[in-house]
Every structure is written in C-alpha cells, then in structure tokens.
T-cell receptor
Framework: NAGVTQTPKFRVLKTGQSMTLLCAQD?????MYWYRQDPGMGLRLIHY???????AKGEVPDGYNVSRLKKQNFLLGLESAAPSQTSVYFC???????????????FGNGTRLTVT | QQPVQSPQAVILREGEDAVINCSSS?????VHWYRQKHGEAPIFLMI?????EQKGHDKISASFNEKKQQSSLYLTASQLSYSGTYFC?????????????FGKGTSLLVTP
C-alpha cells in the first residue's frame, strides 16, 4: 500500500523555469493539500482540493497553480520559479475535511526544491 | 492564521515530562498533533474535536479547551524516540475551514 507518493524527490531549477510536482494517493481520499515547509516557519498551506475537479487557495498561493483532474492526483505547478520558492513541498490527503472532521492527514515524503 | 506554539524548543532528559501548547485567535473545529523527524514526513499523533475532550496515546496525551481556543500536548516519561519537531494543526472557521493551518513547530530533544 503506497499511500501518498510525491515525484520528484529532489529538483533544482533556475530562476524563471517552470515545473510540475505530482502527488498521487491510492487511498481513495477526497481531500488533498499542498504545503510548503521552510525553516522556522512550519507548514504553510498553498492550495487544497475538496474533490476531483475542485481547487481552493490556502495561505500562500501566489506563484503556484494546481489541478485535480483525477481524484487520485493533485498537481502543483510553478509557472516561473523564484528563489523564494526554494522549500520542501509536502502533499497530503485525507478521507474527510481535515479541519472539521476526525480525519487525519496522510503525508507524502516531500519534494526538496532549490531555485537558483 | 497560523496557530501559535510554545515553547519553540525543549531539551529533556529521558524520563522527564514536557508540555507543548498551541493557541489560536480563531474559533476552532479541531486540533491535530503531528511529530516530524528530521528529513521525514510528519506523522499523525492524534485529533481532538470541539467538545473539550482529552485524549491519550501511550504516554502522550492532549487536551483541547474550545472556549480558550487552546490545546496542549503532554509527553510523560519521555523516551529517546520522542525527539523531533511537534506541530499542531488547527481547523478554524475561515476561508480554509476545510484544511489545517499549522503552527511553526516545537523542537523536542530527549537526551540519555
């Protein structure tokens, strides 16, 4: 049982380049989330999805786009990477809304992105 | 929107107790607690829902005071394996009410 899988694990980009991070879950979870983690800042919500075909903005959405075309996948795109987007990105999923229900988050192992 | 955690860091000797606090400026539906080891993903510990409940899991327990919008995580008789960074995540009545907002974390180091 794979759980939540993120690809790639590591990536180095130059300023202005674009890329897509892929998150896949095999637990049939309705809700999916993208967080970024920076030293001393904790986990900050970028975007989330409450079901296939839906997306919503979190705390720090600027510079990112997302898509949820299939229930099991949640893609995070960087259109024009900036050094400020150097971070560790975590995808997570939950069966129900994590904020309002008894439904824990299941995290992927993270993607370490460096923008030079 | 981030909940506030305190303290920022704690160093314990094996067998000692610790309390980590989490407070929010918003009315809360729920509080989650997670632990993260260096270089790994956060791992779920427990959820507390509004209703002022207290939960326990082995020697780790937590309380949730809905009226004060606060939660505390209690680690008793700490073990070396308890070392890591602890995060509280809160579900608040806000634009991101469906999702959790996490605090900045509390670094816990348990020494022999």
């Amino acid at each position: 049982n794979a759980g939540v899988t993120q690809t790639p694990k590591f990536r180095v980009l130059k300023t202005g380049q674009s890329m897509t991070l892929l998150c896949a879950q095999d637990m049939n979870h309705e809700y999916m989330y993208w967080y970024r983690q920076d030293p001393g800042m904790g986990l900050r919500l970028i975007h989330y999805s409450v079901g296939e075909g839906t997306t919503a903005k979190g705390e720090v959405p600027d510079g990112y786009n997302v898509s949820r075309l299939k229930k099991q996948n949640f893609l995070l795109g960087l259109e024009s990477a900036a050094p400020s987007q150097t971070s560790v990105y975590f995808c997570a999923s939950s069966y129900l809304a994590s904020g309002t229900e008894n439904s824990p988050l299941h995290f992927g192992n993270g993607t370490r992105l460096t923008v030079t | 929107q981030q909940p506030v955690q305190s303290p920022q860091a704690v160093i314990l000797r094996e067998g000692e107790d610790a309390v980590i606090n989490c407070s929010s400026s918003k009315a809360l539906y729920s509080v989650h607690w997670y632990r993260q080891k260096h270089g790994e993903a956060p791992i779920f510990l427990m959820i507390l829902l509004k209703g002022g409940e207290q939960k326990g899991h082995d020697k780790i327990s937590a309380s949730f005071n809905e009226k004060k919008q606060q939660s505390s995580l209690y680690l008793t008789a700490s073990q070396l394996s308890y070392s890591g960074t602890y995060f509280c995540g809160t579900g608040a009545l806000s634009n991101s009410g469906y999702a959790l907002n996490f605090g900045k974390g509390t670094s816990l180091l348990v020494t022999p």
